[in-house]
């Protein structure tokens, strides 16, 4: 993934005098049909608009346009009238906005859409930097009501798909006896699983509407017959 950096007009977000306290990641998408992250980023620096983003993301790179410790804003206004679960814990002044480019046209949401797939990349390197765990990474729409980012929020197993793929790798234990194991999505069953076998799984992937969990082994089986384990 190419990294690219172009600040935002100050006139956009918040210089921070201190150190900031970053305790949530938020993801966005740009709703347009076009957008890549040098497009977004040079219309960030050239504009006065008064929103902002720190990081874009499309199908190849990933854009900086507002410092990690500067304050953004992406996150600030109510759509929910007050009612969103995160209103008032997340704020501009304690997370990171993370603004997915490419999304709207593409109906393949998991985590083989390049650009979730590169959001994933960039969201799980930032928990790992501010020690975030993904309970704290949230949706626009979380925070303020707002349909963003829509394809995460109209399909509620897509947000599920993605969350899982922030936490791998994880074990599971299967809890039923003979899940079938696959040797792809769709292909033939290699293997039945005995009930509580526990599996280390590196992916996560949505097919209609089913989650399948990819193993460390490479083969594919239903996640919802399994328990996640809790490991810390
Ligand atoms: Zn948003």
Request: overall charge positive.
């Amino acid at each position: 993934m190419k990294i690219l950096e172009k600040i935002s007009n100050k006139l956009n977000y918040k210089k921070s005098s201190k150190k900031r306290n970053i305790e949530f990641l938020v993801e966005h998408y740009s709703a347009g049909t076009k957008d890549t992250t040098q497009n977004e980023l040079d219309y960030f620096a050239r504009e006065n608009v008064g929103v902002s983003a720190h990081d874009f993301v499309d199908d190849f790179s990933v854009g900086h346009s507002v410092p990690y410790n500067d304050v953004a804003y992406h996150c600030g206004v109510d759509y929910s009238n007050g009612k969103a679960p995160y209103w008032g814990k997340c704020t501009n002044y304690n997370s990171i906005g993370i603004e997915m480019c490419a999304l709207k046209d593409d109906k393949i949401l998991d985590l083989r859409n390049p650009t979730i797939n590169n959001a994933i990349i960039l969201t799980k390197q930032l928990m790992k930097e501010y020690n975030i765990d993904a309970d704290h990474v949230v949706r626009h729409y979380d925070v303020c009501g707002k349909n963003c980012p829509a394809p995460l929020v109209e399909d509620a197993a897509a947000w599920k798909c993605f969350k899982y793929n922030l936490q791998t790798p994880f074990k599971v234990k299967t809890t039923k006896e003979g899940v079938k194991a696959y040797s792809k999505i769709g292909g033939a069953v290699v293997d039945k699983f005995e009930l509580g076998k526990k599996i280390t799984i590196t992916e996560v992937y949505l097919q209609n509407e089913h989650l399948y969990a990819k193993s460390k082994k490479g083969i594919f089986f239903r996640l919802k017959y399994t328990k996640k384990l809790v490991t810390r």
